[in-house]
């Protein structure tokens, strides 16, 4: 890469301010010098979990990047920032763009939204995975007309860091206290319903949502049931079909759902509100579920939306899980 003007560094650095984050476990984010900067850095914000399994997928969330503009006015689009996979793992680079035009003007900051990603942890037990950003490119700064990029120095600070422990079969990463926690918490979302289709003579319903597992508050599962409703000779609805859950580890937990609900129409004829109560028994899984079994119970409650036939839906989910022996 050629030499780069006073111009164009100042170009970079606002280039570089479009995109400026918080950090991994310190959530000021950690302040990065690169090579084409005026000498405002560049924050980089993410977060890890303390640990993670060897050959388990590692999940960097809420990574951002922050700037604050030390000239004066200068506009710069198609900014990203670059974090390849770290020593101790593999994967694609996660990359975070701000494909839009940005206009600062002097002392003004901008933080990017919030991208994700996952790398593979590959590296033995214990191994230390600092993840650091590499380049930053901007395709147009006003301040030379032009392209930029730029290089991180390498040894400076992570802006996340974890450590690679056992692998998934082992006692502590398959204990059924870590895969209970995995598919349990409060959860949040939506469903649609039909009265009857082809798959249920009385009534069809489809949920979808995400949950929150204990001690993982920035992290989501997700959840899809799918079930037909009857109703019985004691006035209230029966339940029965199958239902998947993705972990916040990316597994997969199946099985069949089952279970009663009842309707109140005294609050709101028009919104009425249903209590459920799901056993979701776990018949297969992925990763740490391989050969799984217990079963998750949901209790929740859902509002209608009687003209959209549409639900939303609030609960919590308590799992009780058996490892499977492999």
Do not use: W
């Amino acid at each position: 890469m050629g030499t780069i003007g006073r111009s164009g560094v100042v170009g970079a650095v606002l280039a570089a301010a479009a995109l400026l984050p918080s950090a991994a476990g310190a959530d000021d984010g950690v302040p990065y010098a690169f090579s084409c900067s005026v000498g405002a850095p560049l924050t980089v914000h993410g977060h890890v979990p303390a640990s993670v399994a060897a050959g388990e997928d590692l999940a960097v969330s809420d990574v951002r990047i922050r700037y604050t503009n030390p000239i004066g006015p200068v506009a710069y689009g198609g900014t990203r920032v670059t974090v390849p996979a770290p020593p101790g793992t593999s994967g694609s680079d996660l990359v975070v763009e701000v494909p839009e035009t940005v206009t600062l003007g002097r002392r003004e900051t901008y933080t990017s939204p919030p991208t994700s990603g996952t790398f593979r942890a590959t590296g033995p037990p214990g191994t230390v995975v600092e993840l650091r950003p590499s380049t930053l490119v901007v395709e147009s700064a006003s301040t030379v007309g032009g392209r930029l990029a730029c290089d991180f120095a390498p040894d400076q600070s992570a802006f996340a860091r974890t450590t690679i422990g056992g692998g998934p079969s082992s006692v502590t990463e398959a204990s059924p206290e870590v895969l209970n926690r995995r598919v349990s918490g409060s959860f949040s979302g939506t469903s649609s319903y039909v009265h009857a289709d082809a798959e249920c003579d009385f009534a069809h319903v489809v949920y979808d949502g995400t949950y929150h597992p204990p001690g993982h508050p920035r992290r989501t599962g997700a959840y899809h049931i799918d079930v037909c409703i009857t109703l019985g000779s004691d006035g209230r609805y029966r339940a029965d079909g199958t239902f998947a859950l993705r972990t916040i580890g990316r597994a997969v937990v199946t099985g069949v759902a089952s279970g009663t609900s009842t309707v109140d129409t005294s609050t709101s004829p028009t919104r009425p509100s249903s209590d459920a109560a799901l056993t979701l028994t776990i018949t297969g899984g992925t990763k740490r579920f391989r050969d799984a079994g217990g079963t998750v119970e949901l209790e929740g409650t859902s509002v209608f939306d009687l003209d959209q036939q549409t639900t939303l839906d609030t609960g919590e989910l308590v799992g009780t899980v058996t490892p499977g022996r492999g």
